[in-house]
């Protein structure tokens, strides 16, 4: 599956970028049958720290196999669609809010694992859990 990470230049894209602002939302993941794939649209004022825990955490949610929102045309269906491959070994779950709470654990270990580097003993357990 194709995955595309969007940075929005927010003095081009103000409205979509203070809409996330107003939702809470600092990156949106959704699934675009237009692409064939996942698409991740975060605004480029984040700082570098936030930016990439961000992709992480919206990264995490594509290898746990939780349900995108699907958007047609450049619109939102308000349909929810499994991905077709996942890379988590266990079912993903249904509940929204674990849903979120497992992207989060994803993020975090994503970001020390990439900090410690392939080579570092600790990476590699901080690896299991995923």
Not at 44 to 56: C, Q
Not at 77 to 89: D, F, I, K, S, W
Not at 96 to 118: H, T
Request: proline share 7%; net charge negative.
């Amino acid at each position: 599956m194709q995955i595309t990470i969007c940075v929005l230049p927010e003095d081009h894209y103000p409205e979509l970028t203070h809409k996330m602002a107003r939702a809470g939302k600092v990156a949106e993941l959704s699934y675009s049958e237009d692409f064939m794939g996942a698409v991740i649209l975060m605004p480029s004022s984040l700082p570098a720290i936030v930016r990439t825990l961000s992709v992480y955490h919206e990264l995490g949610h594509v290898a746990a196999g939780h349900p995108l929102e699907v958007w047609e045309g450049g619109r939102r269906t308000n349909r929810l669609e499994h991905v077709p491959r996942r890379l988590a070994r266990r079912p993903p779950v249904e509940d929204r809010g674990l849903c979120e709470q497992e992207a989060d654990l994803r993020a975090v270990y994503s970001l020390l694992a990439g900090s410690l580097g392939s080579k570092n003993h600790y990476a590699e357990k901080i690896y299991d859990p995923l």
